[in-house]
């Protein structure tokens, strides 16, 4: 692994094969409740008679190198934690101005307060977010894991999950388990196999608001379910909306129940259908004939 100069690349560097235990762990302890909730509510599986399609996850440092590339030329002083850490400190000094009476002691806090400032005067959260957590760009498709279609593997990556939770001050296994949910959902939307043993043979020509409306879909339907083993999950899951692209909130229109969902996911995908239109007019559809109690 390289040498870097920022100082929060080099602390992972340092931790990078304690990091990596850890989110094993998390995919030891999700993996196969992620999987079973997958097939039961897509109405798939990944078997076929005697046969059985794998689905494979790999934990890596990130998708390739560019990623801290872009960190190194671009904010070779930021550590992510102090800058989270700093911005919290900044905001919970002015809720508890009106209680310092004592005018040293205020003045003491003043004094942190405006330090704190100068540490990150040239630094922006937005600006952060958008320069290094580029979401569906063509040379960088998948900032914190990928599900490549060909092989049929899930990738998680290490530094973009850490570095981000670290930025937002998230809690990080309940970034991992979204990011798992997230990507083991395209997984089974594209080679889990419904009752007549099909799948989505045109998958990789799906265009994005359709791939990641579903996948989106089914990862919120899944971290709802499951927020009593982590009340985290939808705080992270909703915080991490935010910053990306509209593709990724385009279910939260749909206004439709799980059986709604299934109905229209599994006549697209019968029928080849990659157009995110066609997709809606199939919901409509299955809208007018299965009816919300």
Request: hydrophobic share 35%.
């Amino acid at each position: 692994m390289n040498h870097y100069n920022n100082p929060s690349l080099r602390k992972l560097t340092f931790e990078f094969e304690d990091k990596k235990r850890y989110f094993e762990q998390v995919k030891k302890n999700w993996n196969m409740l992620i999987r079973n909730y997958l097939a039961k509510n897509m109405g798939v599986s990944l078997s076929e008679g005697d046969e059985r399609f794998q689905i494979s996850v790999t934990i890596k440092a990130s998708y390739d190198e560019s990623f801290m590339e872009i960190i190194e030329r671009n904010f070779p002083d930021l550590d992510f934690e102090e800058f989270y850490v700093l911005s919290q400190f900044i905001e919970n000094t002015k809720k508890a101005s009106i209680y310092f009476e004592d005018k040293k002691a205020k003045h003491n806090m003043d004094m942190a307060c405006e330090y704190a400032k100068y540490r990150l005067k040239d630094f922006d959260l937005l600006k952060i977010s958008n320069s290094i957590f580029d979401f569906l760009q063509p040379d960088n498709p998948d900032v914190f894991g990928c599900y490549k279609i060909r092989t049929s593997e899930v990738e998680l990556y290490i530094f973009p999950i850490t570095l981000f939770c670290q930025l937002h001050g998230l809690d990080l296994e309940s970034f991992i388990v979204m990011v798992l949910t997230h990507e083991l959902s395209h997984a089974y939307n594209h080679i889990g196999r419904d009752k007549d043993g099909q799948y989505w043979e045109s998958f990789s020509e799906t265009d994005n608001n359709l791939a990641e409306g579903l996948a989106q879909f089914y990862t919120s339907k899944f971290l709802h379910n499951y927020q009593f083993r982590n009340y985290n999950l939808l705080s992270t899951f909703e915080q991490t909306i935010k910053y990306q692209p509209e593709p990724y909130s385009v279910f939260k229109n749909w206004n439709a129940t799980m059986e709604q969902v299934y109905r229209a996911f599994i006549e697209v995908r019968r029928n080849d259908f990659n157009n995110y239109d066609q997709y809606m007019s199939a919901l409509e559809n299955a809208k007018g004939r299965i009816g919300r109690k």
